[in-house]
């Protein structure tokens, strides 16, 4: 099951303005124009080429990049970014669709941070875990990481680590039906985006409250709302977003039979699409594109886009079949090096018996000898002796 970047769990993508960057991973946060060490810098660097590639929707090497931080860290002995790092690339798997990797590497990452205590870094990727069981459909694990998140937030007042993991627990309430509880938590967690968010969260944030009207039946507040996120999101220079507002707009008004405004936020939509690219998103326009021309009975323009649709969900298809071929190949790698010092290891410690029983071969030799020694030593005074008895008795 394909989780859904633009309403599910979208306070995952808590991003900086003017990039789609994976500022949400649980890195430290320095104070401006601090100094950074030479490590520091090299993280730093793998973060930047790996949100780079992230922008472009180019996973496979995002994850990449991302791998690189985690040796980088690791040979560091910094516990703290090799588990940031696990969080980024289990959020790429998650992207993808891979969400039994995404859910490796997040665990992977929940057991380092336990050698790092640190809160945020650990109810983050409580909180990812939680966003992954939701994706596969196991709610009621969804819900105990995502409790656990919460619980870890508040003791530690970690606003935003509670306001997403309220989000998570939301998005949770809503698929169950409890729509009261979902209503509850997302307009929690969009206060506090309000307040202290980034420029982009708190557009972020309201998209759930719309899914919470559209759960309702309340279409014509749903529809307030999503042009709110869209004015919002217009307002930040959030390209991206501004794609999804508009989709979410025609998926709406398509619904109301308000076929003309729909077809409007396709056309609006379509060249910040293109500009922006990414298989997912292209893939999602083109099928509400060709869901609102079928409405409208224009079924030339309905088959061109599935066409397209269909060529975008392909290519997402292989970007998930590379990323997951550069898995196997990495861990067919891990094992190959494992192997290979295994060999090493055998070799080293048949070497060291080999040593260890040529010396005591020598040190047998060594004790036959000094015993041979004393033996001639003792021969030979013993027979001095002799002589000089023979000696004196003689005289």
Not at 4 to 9: G, N, W
Not at 90 to 114: C, V
Not at 267 to 277: D, F
Request: hydrophobic share 45%; with cysteine; charged share 25%.
């Amino acid at each position: 099951m394909r989780p859904r970047l633009d309403t599910l769990l979208l306070l995952l993508l808590l991003t900086a303005p003017g990039a789609w960057a994976q500022s949400s991973a649980p890195f430290p946060v320095l104070p401006p124009n601090t100094p950074l060490t030479p490590y520091q810098q090299a993280i730093a660097d793998q973060r930047k080429l790996s949100d780079g590639f992230y922008a472009k929707a180019h996973f496979t090497e995002a994850i990449a990049a991302c791998k690189a931080g985690v040796v980088l860290a690791e040979e560091n002995k910094n516990p703290g970014d090799q588990a940031a790092f696990l969080w980024q690339i289990a959020y790429d798997y998650w992207l993808l669709g891979d969400l039994p990797t995404a859910l490796e590497y997040a665990q992977r990452g929940l057991r380092i941070s336990d050698q790092f205590p640190d809160d945020r870094r650990r109810s983050a990727l409580l909180r990812m875990i939680g966003v992954i069981y939701h994706s596969m459909g196991d709610l009621i694990r969804s819900h105990d990481y995502s409790t656990q998140a919460l619980n870890l937030a508040e003791r530690s007042n970690l606003e935003r680590e509670r306001a997403n993991a309220l989000t998570t627990l939301g998005n949770i309430a809503l698929k169950s039906g409890d729509l009261v509880t979902a209503r509850r938590n997302f307009e929690i967690a969009y206060a506090h985006h309000q307040k202290n968010g980034t420029a982009w969260s708190p557009a972020n944030a309201l998209v759930n409250i719309a899914d919470v009207e559209e759960a309702e039946k309340n279409l014509p507040r749903a529809l307030a709302t999503q042009e709110r996120v869209l004015a919002m999101r217009v307002a930040s220079n959030d390209r991206r977003g501004q794609v999804n507002s508009h989709r979410e707009l025609a998926r709406v008004l398509r619904t109301l039979n308000r076929l003309d405004e729909a077809l409007a936020h396709i056309i609006a939509a379509r060249p910040l699409a293109e500009q922006i690219g990414g298989h997912e998103l292209l893939a999602k326009l083109y099928e509400e594109s060709v869901l609102v021309h079928e409405a409208r009975g224009e079924f030339e323009p309905a088959l061109r886009l599935q066409r397209l649709a269909t060529t975008e969900r392909e290519a997402l298809g292989g970007e998930r079949t590379r990323a997951h071929a550069a898995e196997i190949q990495a861990r067919y790698e891990l094992e190959r090096q494992r192997e290979a010092i295994g060999r090493l290891m055998l070799e080293k410690n048949a070497q060291s018996a080999d040593l260890h029983a040529r010396d005591l071969e020598r040190q047998r030799d060594h004790a036959v000898k000094l015993t041979l020694y004393a033996v001639l030593g003792l021969l030979v005074a013993f027979v001095t002796a002799l002589i000089f008895y023979q000696r004196r008795a003689t005289a």
